[in-house]
T-cell receptor, first 111, second 111 residues
Framework: ETGVTQSPTHLIKTRGQQVTLRCSSQSGHNTVSWYQQALGQGPQFIFQYYREEENGRGNFPPRFSGLQFPNYSSELNVNALELDDSALYLC??????????FGPGTRLTVL | KQEVTQIPAALSVPEGENLVLNCSFTDSAIYNLQWFRQDPGKGLTSLLLIQSSQREQTSGRLNASLDKSSGRSTLYIAASQPGDSATYLCAVGSGNTPLVFGKGTRLSVIA
């Protein structure tokens, strides 16, 4: 059984640029959740996708958007990057409301 | 709004000591509670999942308890080892709502 994978591992962007982060969910999981973790903080919920539809959103502006594909993999897109977007972005997959399994994360640095 | 607090924020213990990490949450209407381990700059590794109907879960040297009525959970680590050094995160889930995390406890086990 393949675990949750994320790409890229690290990314450096400048303010105003756009970024796309990718996540492959664990086999058999139809739900993907994205979290942002700033240094020294717990992860904060961005949004969740269930069967290709957005199924909940945290307190993040519209420049954070996402997609889920028929194979349940997912993308997180962030437009007009700001310095405060620098963080570890975590993806988690699950079966509906079951236990969530996290990927290794993508470290985004915005200069 | 659910809030999760973890005490202490940091803990340093000598190798071999038993220790307890604490987690409290404000809304007792939870579906489950998960304890995670996070190594620096890495993703989250699920340690234990306790369903709301359960009182505790055990895995090896780890034991997690849940008292929904008082809004508390503890993670007990027996015979600590230097390899246990990491940040431990507690998160509560409420069905289809996303996980709400505490800020974590940073544990250092000194050889």
């Amino acid at each position: 059984e393949t675990g949750v994978t994320q790409s890229p591992t690290h990314l450096i962007k400048t303010r105003g640029q756009q970024v796309t982060l990718r996540c492959s969910s664990q086999s058999g999981h139809n739900t993907v959740s994205w979290y942002q973790q700033a240094l020294g903080q717990g992860p904060q919920f961005i949004f969740q996708y269930y069967r290709e539809e957005e199924n909940g959103r945290g307190n993040f502006p519209p420049r954070f958007s996402g997609l889920q594909f028929p194979n349940y993999s997912s993308e997180l897109n962030v437009n007009a990057l700001e310095l405060d977007d620098s963080a570890l972005y975590l993806c988690a997959s699950s079966r509906a409301s079951g236990e969530q399994f996290f990927g290794p994360g993508t470290r985004l640095t915005v200069l | 709004k659910q809030e999760v607090t973890q005490i202490p924020a940091a803990l340093s213990v000598p190798e071999g000591e038993n220790l307890v990490l604490n987690c409290s949450f404000t809304d007792s209407a939870i579906y489950n509670l998960q304890w995670f381990r996070q190594d620096p700059g890495k993703g989250l590794t699920s340690l234990l999942l306790i369903q709301s109907s359960q009182r505790e879960q055990t895995s090896g040297r780890l034991n997690a308890s849940l008292d929904k009525s008082s809004g508390r959970s503890t993670l007990y680590i027996a015979a600590s080892q230097p390899g246990d050094s990491a940040t431990y995160l507690c998160a509560v889930g409420s069905g289809n709502t996303p996980l709400v995390f505490g800020k974590g406890t940073r544990l250092s086990v000194i050889a």
